[in-house]
């Protein structure tokens, strides 16, 4: 789920238990878990990237991986729950916005970053709904308001918090799901072809998946740095697709990936270490050739 869903989730259920708990405290243990995993990455990638947005996910440190575990897992949020009940009493409820987040996390993640819940016990992961879909997340936020207005009802909250998940869902939304993927044209075996890149998690993690027709586009181009081998498969994937696996601008290899619906769950891995693959549909348009 998203980072400012569950802050705003954290400060609700603080106000569920206890009427007198501290909001912000809340939505701070809420937000904790992600800020910690991507906070340092972002910043880094931000400061160089001067100011733009656009964060370079494809070279994620394993530090990342390494704080998302620990974040990330039911066992040990359970453990420092523990922990501040011991030695910060007075937040013992607000810290329960931690463990909410993971709970929250394990059914609505898929592909990109699946919630190790039981880390370091167990990597058992579920594949649930991925958060990112856009009726996801407008019935998320509906279900955010909709509790809000029951906590003022009840006299939990004052009608100020009420403006907040609304502001936030139509904002959030809006930014992240009516923006204009970015496309670049390439030259490919004597033929141009528009490509959307992949330059968030969210797109890196979806490629393709759940699109049944494209008109504005012929495939998708994603970015590894530094090269690495990499394997892709065809779950929710509904495009007769053609992978080319490059290195160093040299294509080492090709392979069919056929559609969940013609052949079921497949998956292909790249004969080596790769810089970029390419994505391109079957039967796409082909705006020029030479």
Known sequence: MDVFAHGLYGGAFSR??????????????????????????FINSFILNGSSFNVPVFNIPSYVNNLYNITHSLILAILLSFTVWRFLPKYKLEFLAWPLHVLFDIPTHTNF??????????????????????????????????????????????????????????????????????TLNLNLDGKIYILRTAKTPWEKAQGLSKIREAKEYDGMIFYFDPPEQATFW?????????????????????????????????????PGKITEVIEIIKQSRIHFTY
């Open 234 to 270: 065809n779950k929710n994937t509904y495009l007769d697709l053609e992978l080319i696996w490059i290195n160093n601008k040299q294509i080492i290899g090709r392979d069919e990936l056929p559609s969940i619906t013609h052949r079921g769950l497949v998956t292909k891995t790249s």
């Open 16 to 41: 569920i238990i206890k009427p007198k708990t501290s909001f912000w405290i809340a939505v701070l243990f809420g937000v904790l878990p992600d800020v910690i995993s991507f906070g340092p990455h």
């Open 113 to 182: 970053y699946t919630t190790p819940f039981l880390w370091p016990i167990s990597n058992i992961k579920i594949h649930g709904i991925s958060w990112g879909q856009t009726w996801f997340m407008i019935l998320n936020y509906i279900a955010i308001s909709i509790i809000f207005l029951v906590l003022l009802k009840y006299r939990r909250v004052s009608w100020k918090f009420l403006i907040i998940p609304v502001l936030v869902g139509v904002v959030w939304i809006s930014l992240f799901t009516l923006r204009k993927p970015e």
